[in-house]
């Protein structure tokens, strides 16, 4: 499992995962943060995503087939992808603690 913590404050952070990934975390608080998930995944891979107080914005392969999972702790999340029945799936786990999760396609 790789962890992915960003910044607190200031202007958020961003990931680009690698081909081949399988199990990441990303923990944002307070700052912006991008997370570029279009590489091509291992089989059965997950992406947990933790926002606390901001917005955690994660960009996916043009119709990837979204797996969500998690919760909503006084927090949003939202997916805006068109998928397809070959696209890649991608499973998110979606933490939001006041802030918010937005999934869309790059």
Known sequence: M??????????????????GWSDETSVSALG??????????????????ISILCTTTVLVAPGSRINLSGG???GSH???????EDGPAVHVQAIPVLGSIKIKSA
């Open 72 to 74: 909503d702790i006084l």
């Open 78 to 84: 939202s997916i805006d992808v068109d998928p397809h």
């Open 2 to 19: 790789d962890w992915h913590v960003h910044p607190l404050l200031g202007s958020g952070g961003s990931t680009e995962l690698t081909a």
């Open 32 to 49: 912006p943060t991008r997370i570029d998930a279009t590489a091509p995944a291992a089989d059965g891979a997950k992406l947990t995503v």
